[in-house]
């Protein structure tokens, strides 16, 4: 009695590679009547229709796909696909990395698969070339390494969500209490400008999305970044990305000179995805103009850290540290600080506003995850912000209450 692939419960060990190298040196497409007859020439499987369902999926995304990462790609959960060698696969699916039951054949295999996916995103991967950081067609970003830079190739991709995610998720996913909320969903309507700070994988472009869900249908929002990241609930949204140069080293074009296109757009509200160098300059600049209600996140390890960045930005852009915090103390109102907690977590850590003190500006808490009694600053500075919002017609939320 001959078996089929399901009695087999699965496929064959080897089979799939051998019918994949069969269809590419006979250079025929992944159809059934071809996976019939490639299955009949490397084995005595009788293959029944859904065993060649399963066999046409896995060759799809192993010669023109994401091979063993497609399923992990493809959840709408997993932010971020590590791989350290061909039996090592982490994700990270919001609560910490955790290891994948996946895993590739060899070293071989995930090196093509490097090389593929650098390829489609127009950039070359080989031993003159041994690292590539890249965004893939669909927007998410590729970093890849390759032997002997690294013991094994190494691959990470980051993809974005692509589920809406509202201010009452993030509540209801314990990134911040109701009471933070209600103080973000106050400092939007009252269209003060802020920056959102924290560790790579922090959250901040999803909370930053979240926020930018709450703005007023009738405002125009202009959105500059690198890829595709922010995706708000929002009916008027203009995004603007970065292009990198070709391979002749021509045609790039920066954040810093989109930020300049974006400012003759007539944006009601400007976002930078991520401040890294000149245009964080251009954008304070521009709030000292009268554009109100700005948002941009920045990498820095801690609140207090992020007068730090923006002085080291201001340096790349030639501007020194007086100049930097005047620009900065009269351009950003409030900053957000994401962290991820000792379980891998991502939670709303602080939220302060910029003030002058002995030795420049520091940021000065009005919420925090963890303080429930305030000094003197932070009553002052809680007491700003909420005649702040006052003035603009926004009722004051508990959260700056006594």
Do not use: Y
């Not at 932010?79 to 982490?90: A, F, R, S």
Request: glycine content about 10%; charged content about 20%.
């Amino acid at each position: 009695m001959t078996a089929t692939a399901d009695a087999l419960g699965g496929l064959p060990d080897g089979l799939l590679e051998r019918v994949r190298q069969r269809l590419v040196r006979d250079g025929a497409v992944v159809a059934g009547p071809t996976l019939r007859a490639a299955m009949a020439a490397e084995t005595a499987l009788v293959a029944d229709d859904h065993a060649l369902d399963r066999l046409g999926l896995s060759l799809a995304a192993d010669l023109t796909g994401a091979g063993p990462l497609e399923a992990l790609l493809r959840d709408p959960d997993v932010t971020d696909v590590l791989v350290n060698g061909p039996t090592e696969v982490w994700i990270d699916r919001g609560s910490g990395l955790e290891r994948a039951a996946v895993a590739f054949a060899d070293e071989a295999q995930v090196r093509a698969l490097a090389v593929r996916l650098a390829a489609a995103a127009g950039r070359r991967l080989d031993d003159a070339s041994p690292h590539v950081d890249a965004q893939l067609p669909d927007g998410a970003r590729l970093h890849a390494v390759l032997p002997p830079l690294a013991g094994a190739t190494t691959v990470c991709v980051r993809s974005f969500r692509r589920r809406l995610v509202s201010i009452g998720d993030l509540v209801s996913a314990g990134t911040f209490d109701r009471a933070a909320g209600q103080l973000l969903e106050a400092v939007i309507a009252a269209r003060l400008a802020f920056v959102i700070s924290g560790g790579t994988g922090t959250g901040k472009t999803t909370v930053l999305g979240a926020l930018l869900g709450l703005v007023a249908p009738t405002e125009r929002i202009v959105i500059v970044e690198d890829a595709p990241e922010l995706r708000p609930a929002h009916p008027h949204v203009v995004s603007l990305r970065t292009r990198a140069a070709n391979i002749e080293g021509a045609g790039a074009i920066g954040p810093a000179e989109l930020v300049r296109q974006a400012l003759r757009m007539r944006p009601d509200r400007l976002v930078v995805g991520e401040f890294r160098g000149g245009e964080a300059m251009e954008l304070l600049a521009a709030l000292n103009t009268g554009h109100e209600g700005a948002a941009a996140t920045i990498h820095a390890n801690s609140a207090a850290a992020v007068p730090a960045r923006f002085e080291a930005l201001g340096a790349l852009a030639g501007i020194d540290r007086a100049a930097v915090h005047s620009q900065l103390i009269a351009a950003i109102e409030v900053v957000l600080h994401l962290r991820r907690d000792p379980a891998g977590r991502r939670r709303l850590h602080e939220i302060g506003v910029l003030e002058r003190g002995g030795d420049g500006l520091e940021v000065v808490t009005v919420w925090s995850a963890r303080l429930q009694q305030w000094g003197p600053r932070s009553l002052n500075a809680r007491s700003r912000l909420a005649c702040a919002l006052a003035d603009r017609g926004v009722a004051v939320p508990p959260a700056l209450g006594p």
